[in-house]
């Protein structure tokens, strides 16, 4: 059985940063594209970061260049690095995993419950 749990999120501030932190049992992790979604009330699902099997990272325009993504097949972990958080941000995240990529962005095979992020102004 495959679960999925995601962690790490909480309040901050403007400008504060935060590291999410994602781990997947119950199947061969480093076979998985992974990456991370979210949500705000009243908005879709919209999916921020992946990163393949190989290392290739995908950002959404609205947090390249202050989000990181990174994995850790080792620890079957995947990690969210949000420096820079602005309201903007304040959303539910969900950490997925797939074994096609192209399938991860429309929203993936497993996802966890989700990790809570409020960036406060």
């Known amino acids: 059985q495959v679960q999925v749990a995601e962690s790490g999120g909480g309040l901050a501030q403007a400008g504060d940063s935060l590291t999410l932190s994602c781990t997947i049992s119950?199947?061969?992790?480093?076979?998985?594209?992974v990456g991370w979604f979210r949500q705000a009330p009243g908005k879709q699902r919209e999916g921020i970061s992946c990163?393949?099997?190989?290392?290739?990272?995908y950002y959404e325009e609205s947090v390249k260049g202050r989000f990181t993504i990174s994995r850790d097949n080792a620890k079957n972990a995947l990690y969210l690095e949000m420096n820079s958080l602005s309201p903007d941000d304040t959303a539910m995240y969900y950490c997925?995993?797939?074994?096609?990529?192209?399938?991860?962005?429309?929203?993936?095979?497993?996802r966890g419950q989700g990790t809570q992020v409020t960036a406060a102004p």
């Open positions: 997925a995993a797939d074994l096609l990529y192209s399938r991860l962005i429309t929203g993936g095979l497993y």
């Open positions: 119950g199947l061969t992790f480093e076979d998985y594209a």
């Open positions: 990163i393949t099997t190989g290392g290739a990272t």
